[in-house]
DNA sequence: TTACAATAATTGTATATACAAATATACTAA
DNA sequence: TTAGTATATTTGTATATACAATTATTGTAA
């Protein structure tokens, strides 16, 4: 990809605003893959990821607020996200007995069972992304990455 | 930034899934400061980024489609957008006299005024989240960019 | 000229997201 | 116990975004 032609600039960019630019071109195309990949199943980026953090708390049920903690981009609200997923039946919510503010959420069989086909396709469009980088490349790309300023 | 202890798994995560999470991570990080530092000017990210569009035009006029292809995310409303930068009078907007079906879009001496503001702010937020990169390092992060699939 | 296709923008609708305020429950110190 | 504080979630509201449908205008071929 070219910056300059893409964003259809003739002037001179700047290298740190241009290199900011190309990163979030970047990071648009890889939303836009996934957000395709996962369509075909009717849920978000986001309801993806939840899926994940649930299926990786392996029967032990999540409440709201490690969702968020764990979740890649942080929603401020979690609760309608969910409530997505529930009428999707993929999780199922309950009220914590121990504390009663508190909500346990879990993913069912049918959840579990979709999200393993969306892996293999959000997995493949992973792959193809990534597919010019070399493993070297990749270590290389994760310690530069490391070098943002959060 | 340790990914693993973002986002709180323990279980090893495969390199490709982790450069993507990883990426992402960074692309939410940006956006967040960008917001930031937009935000005491009360315009989003995304129209900063029409606003340079059309400074970019020197005096030029542009239409919607013109817009819309410069623009880094593309959104699928830009008279919207544009609206709200009519209501501030960053921006006005007239119909094209000899094709009626387009209208020209110009930003105003106000908008140029807030629009140097605000640029001075984005680059200090440019620079400080690239603080830890050399010169070498911002090029090869440019050419690692490059090596994604879109 | 007129019908049809192409172009450009706008509008409608559903969902997503940010942020603040409200609600419900639990904890704690007087 | 009770008042006040902390925690956890939900709700309200405004704005953002995606996508499809609609409107307006122009170009073109019969």
């Known amino acids: 990809m070219n910056v300059e032609e893409r964003i259809k600039t003739v002037g001179k960019i700047p290298m740190e605003r241009r ?3 190309h990163f979030m071109l970047v990071a648009n195309t890889i939303n836009e893959q ?14 993806f990821n939840v899926l994940r ?3 990786g708390q392996k029967g032990k049920p999540a409440n709201l607020s490690t969702i968020n903690e764990r979740m890649v ?32 959420i879990l993913i069912t069989l049918k959840g579990n069972e979709q999200l ?14 990534l ?20």
């Open 19 to 21: 290199t900011i630019i």
């Open 34 to 47: 996934m957000a395709q990949a996962l369509k075909p199943f009717d849920v978000s980026i986001q309801q």
């Open 53 to 55: 953090i649930l299926r």
């Open 73 to 104: 981009t942080k929603m401020s609200n979690t609760t309608r996200l969910v409530d997505k997923l529930i009428l999707k039946e993929y999780v199922e919510r309950n009220t914590c007995p121990s504390n009663r503010r508190k909500i346990e």
């Open 116 to 129: 393993s086909k969306m892996d293999a396709i959000v997995s493949e469009t992973e792959t193809n992304l």
């Open 131 to 150: 597919q010019q980088f070399s493993t070297n490349e990749l270590e290389q790309l994760n310690i530069l990455l490391n070098k943002f300023q959060s």
